[in-house]
């Protein structure tokens, strides 16, 4: 079977958690206890304008958001049209 990488979401995985290793990266433990919840943890990785701030915040008032390090390494940042 061949294997299929994604350079792109290589270098994102490298570029916003540099310091994890492979075995935490590959932990569901890990992912879950590192997930990105609020707007603050966020703004960690991408700048956000006010406007986006404010509409965060008001989903997050009514819904939680758990974003896992994993799939925000699949985010195309550069992408308006990424679906995730």
């Known amino acids: 079977m061949r294997s299929i990488t994604n350079d792109s979401y290589l270098e994102r995985k490298q570029k916003y ?3 994890v290793s492979d075995a935490d990266w590959d932990s569901w433990h890990w992912q879950v206890r590192n997930r ?3 707007t603050q943890d966020l ?5 956000l304008n006010d406007d986006e701030k404010k509409s965060i ?3 997050l008032a009514k819904f ?4 896992t390090p994993y799939y925000f390494s699949l985010i195309d940042l550069n ?3 990424c679906p995730i």
């Open 36 to 38: 990105l919840q609020t």
């Open 17 to 19: 958690f540099p310091n």
């Open 43 to 47: 703004e960690k990785f991408i700048t």
């Open 57 to 59: 915040e008001a989903v």
């Open 64 to 67: 939680r958001m758990a974003i």
């Open 79 to 81: 992408n308006p049209d």
